[in-house]
């Protein structure tokens, strides 16, 4: 298994452009979800979804949207990138409806000028 | 280099003595705890993790323990290891599909 992949794995963007961020799992996990870590601030939950079809906000929604159309894959877009949302991107899977933990992507380091 | 973990608590130790990396929980609900190592430029990643009707948990050189008294969870590392050296987060849970609140972290720096 390769577990979570993400792609890219570094991005340079412009005020306004807009991007996706890709995320897939081959965990069969139907729970999944994307957090942004910056200097200080630890993980921060953006946007989660805990099945097809499913997706709900984290702390720090504005900005991003997502999409959960496959079991596999979990996008995130970002409309019109800001310098705000320079970061470092993770996407994370585990099973759902009871206690397990989460398995992380390598991340995608994103930076907005 | 990776500019995450600035202004982090740092804990310096010894190559072969034992580490203890303390989180205080937030919500006297959770019932489910991980810890997560996260080395510079990589994803964290699991290393233990406990649930609410135990007090201790044992993995390979890794003991958590859990206080719900105090709402304290630590992390023991015995013969801590320059490869131990990272950022240590710990997680908490309230159970289903409620997602995990993560704790700022806390970086280990093993002195060889």
């Known amino acids: 298994n390769a577990g979570v992949t993400q792609t890219p794995k570094f991005q340079v963007l412009k005020t306004g452009q807009s991007m996706t961020l890709q995320c897939a799992q081959d965990?069969?996990?139907?729970?999944m979800s994307w957090y942004r870590q910056d200097p200080g601030m630890g993980l921060r939950l953006i946007h989660y979804?805990?099945?097809?079809?499913?997706?709900d906000q984290g702390e720090v929604p504005n900005g991003y949207n997502v999409s959960r159309s496959t079991t596999e894959d979990f996008p995130l877009r970002l409309l019109s990138a800001a310098p705000s949302q320079t970061s470092v991107y993770f996407c994370?899977?585990?099973?759902?409806?009871?206690?397990?933990?989460?398995?992380f992507g390598n991340g995608t380091r994103l930076t907005v000028t | 280099g990776e500019s995450v973990g600035l202004h982090l608590p740092t804990l310096s130790v010894q190559e072969g003595d034992n580490s203890i990396i303390n989180c205080a929980y937030s919500?006297?609900?959770?019932?489910?705890f991980i810890w997560y190592k996260q080395e510079s430029g990589k994803g964290p990643q699991f290393i233990i993790d406990?649930?609410?009707?135990?007090d201790k948990r044992q993995g390979q050189r890794v003991t958590v323990l859990l206080n719900k008294t105090v709402k304290h969870l630590s992390l023991q590392i015995a013969a801590t290891q320059p490869g131990d050296s990272a950022v240590y987060f710990c997680?908490?849970?309230?159970?289903?599909?409620?997602?995990?609140?993560f704790g700022k972290g806390t970086r280990l720096s093993v002195i060889a």
């Open positions: 406990i649930r609410s009707n135990m």
């Open positions: 997680a908490e849970n309230i159970g289903g599909n409620t997602p995990l609140v």
């Open positions: 994370a899977s585990r099973r759902s409806g009871y206690n397990s933990p989460l398995h």
């Open positions: 965990m069969n996990h139907e729970y």
């Open positions: 979804s805990v099945g097809a079809g499913i997706t």
């Open positions: 919500n006297s609900a959770s019932d489910y």
